[in-house]
């Protein structure tokens, strides 16, 4: 919203429309100056949101309408029996004007298009912040609510983290940013109940009704909208950088994403640059959906399923979510995926899928829905369960004094979460398996001498430069298409160890030395060394696959 500066007296602003708004006298303004603008309500609003608004509005209007219809009809009426026959030109006129009175009033309901209502808007410097106020009249229903003057003032949100209300109607929360020195007005409102949901599930905090809580209650979030309500809630990659900027400037230890898509390109991009550094330099650990594509290979979505540096999130349901959450009369006898959760690997060879949470909760949403919890079930609830979950390691590492690691956490939650099912293939739905906390924080504690240190995997097929479907290194082997089944095949395979951009090359990165033991689930098939000798310069061996 851009907003101009107004005439003013000492209680009213004289609006460049011709309207007139009164201003609290309580309200301190040290330089007198007011700037207003307007904006189209329903601009801001979901459009599940906008359809309920609609639908109440126009069922009042036609209560006022029918109530005008029948007041012009009786008056038609009335007229006719007092005036058997309508003679001269004045009761003509006036007849005349009676009916279409009548026809007017029902035509306008056979064409009736509600534009939605103008909220007014004023932002002045108090002496120490810039604030902002609505007028919201246009959305109410009774007369003299919504008035300028009732309305709370509210500053940038991240300063007093105090949120406002349009009316009683919509029972829509928003918080306002004022950014370009008071010239525009940021009015930040939902782009769905999505987000709402996710941030309950990590952290809500129930005082009263523990059984309420999130994973991690009362855990500080920063809330960063990347989805667009003119695109359908559809990220930008504008929000999205904004996001990670806002992510670093505010010293955040985590990072939860519920959003994703397809991608052609898996962990490739000036996103996943951004992430990169975000998590290599910053040491921000990054959790993300895998996405809701599945049962099928290949479906995890980007960029939860398809960046070597976030933690890709499956949705897991156990027999009692399915038989509280989902009402099933028979439930599974055992924990398994979801069926729609997505399934690696990745068109480049990765796993695809890190760890598993459930994918399904019961959890906050926005109060415009008109009711305070919500059953949803995906990835995008997976995702914030294991985010809650890595903020409580966290929480008790910091307590510690134990330093925290993005690749320690990784490598912690990967370790020690119970895999679903026997079979190797398992790995492609479910990851590693089910977080465990309680065994994740044990761990960390085992390992926190240890170097922090993740593996960048790079692999080629030997004498082949490129493939008709992908570039030549890849982060993995992936023999979908039949060209490539009907023969041996040898490959390269590097592996360079990744340290913190902070991190001491004396102390560090010279000392740094393992010995691999390297291990094939299908010996007759994928064959290589045994061990490998690996420094911080890294090294690279030969593998070959017999199909």
């Known amino acids: 919203m851009f907003l101009s500066v107004c005439n003013i007296n000492t209680s009213y602003i004289y609006y460049f429309v011709g309207a007139s708004l009164v201003i609290n006298s309580s309200w301190k303004n040290p330089s007198g100056q007011w700037h207003v603008g307007c904006k189209l309500v329903y601009e801001l609003f979901t459009d599940t949101l906008t359809s309920r608004v609609k639908k109440e509005r126009k069922r009042r209007w036609d209560e006022e309408n029918q109530e005008a219809i029948a007041e012009a009809v009786k008056q038609l009426d009335q007229f006719d029996k007092k005036h058997t026959k309508v003679e001269g030109a004045h009761l003509k006129m006036v007849r005349e004007d009676l009916q279409n009175r009548v026809d007017l009033l029902r035509k306008q309901a056979d064409s009736y298009d509600d534009k939605g209502p103008v909220i007014d808007a004023v932002v002045w410097h108090d002496g120490e912040l810039w604030r902002a106020a609505l007028d919201t009249q246009s959305l109410e229903d009774e007369s003299g609510c919504g008035k300028l003057a009732d309305f709370v003032p509210l500053t940038n949100y991240r300063l007093e983290q105090k949120h406002g209300v349009f009316s009683k109607l919509d029972a829509c929360t928003c918080v306002l940013n004022v950014y370009n020195e008071r ?41 960063c909208k990347i989805g667009d309500s003119r695109l359908g809630s559809m990220e930008t990659g504008t929000g999205l950088t904004r996001a990670l900027i806002a992510a670093v400037e505010h010293k955040c230890d985590l990072i939860n994403m519920s959003y994703g898509e397809p991608t052609l390109l898996p962990d490739y991009g000036r996103f996943v640059d ?28 980007a960029p939860g399923g398809t960046s070597s540096s976030i933690i890709g999130v499956g949705a897991y349901v156990s027999p009692a979510m399915a038989a ?3 009402l099933l009369v028979e439930p599974p006898t055992e924990g398994l995926e979801y069926t729609w959760s997505s399934r690696g690997p990745t068109v480049d060879g990765d796993l695809g899928v890190s760890i598993s949470a459930p994918g399904g909760a019961v959890a906050p949403v926005p109060t415009w829905t008109l009711q305070r919890r919500m059953l949803m079930n995906g990835t995008s609830m997976s995702s914030p369960s294991a985010c809650g979950g890595v903020a409580l390691i966290v929480s008790a590492m910091k307590a510690e004094g134990i330093p ?29 398996g089910v977080m465990q906390v309680d065994k994740a924080y044990d761990y960390m504690q085992k390992v926190q001498n240890l170097p922090c240190v993740w593996y960048q995997v790079k692999i080629k097929q030997a004498g082949i430069t490129s493939k008709p479907t992908s570039s ?6 992936y023999l979908r298409e039949p060209l490539y089944c009907h023969q041996s095949t040898e490959w390269t395979v590097e592996i360079a160890p990744k340290f913190h951009e902070d991190a001491n090359n004396l102390d560090q990165l ?38």
């Open 324 to 326: 509280g959450a989902h």
């Open 274 to 301: 951004l992430v990169n550094e975000v998590v290599n330099k910053h040491r921000l650990i990054f959790v993300s959906s895998a996405g809701n594509n599945g049962p099928a290979l290949t479906t995890v979505g």
């Open 404 to 432: 925290v690691s993005p690749y320690t956490v990784r490598k912690a939650l990967e370790n020690t979460s119970i895999p679903i099912g026997a079979l190797p293939e398992e790995k492609l739905t479910a990851g590693q």
């Open 510 to 547: 010279v000392p740094f030395e393992e010995c691999i033991e390297l291990h094939s689930t299908g010996e007759a098939v994928v064959r290589a060394p045994d061990y490998l000798l690996l420094t911080h310069n890294g090294r690279s061996f030969s593998s070959s696959v017999h199909l």
């Open 183 to 223: 010239n525009i007005l940021s009015i930040v409102t939902d782009s769905s109940p999505h987000a709402t949901h996710v941030a309950g599930i990590a952290a809500a905090f129930h005082p009263e009704e523990p059984l309420l809580n999130g994973v991690a209650p009362g855990a500080q979030i920063v809330s």
């Open 472 to 477: 030549a290194t890849s982060r993995g082997i």
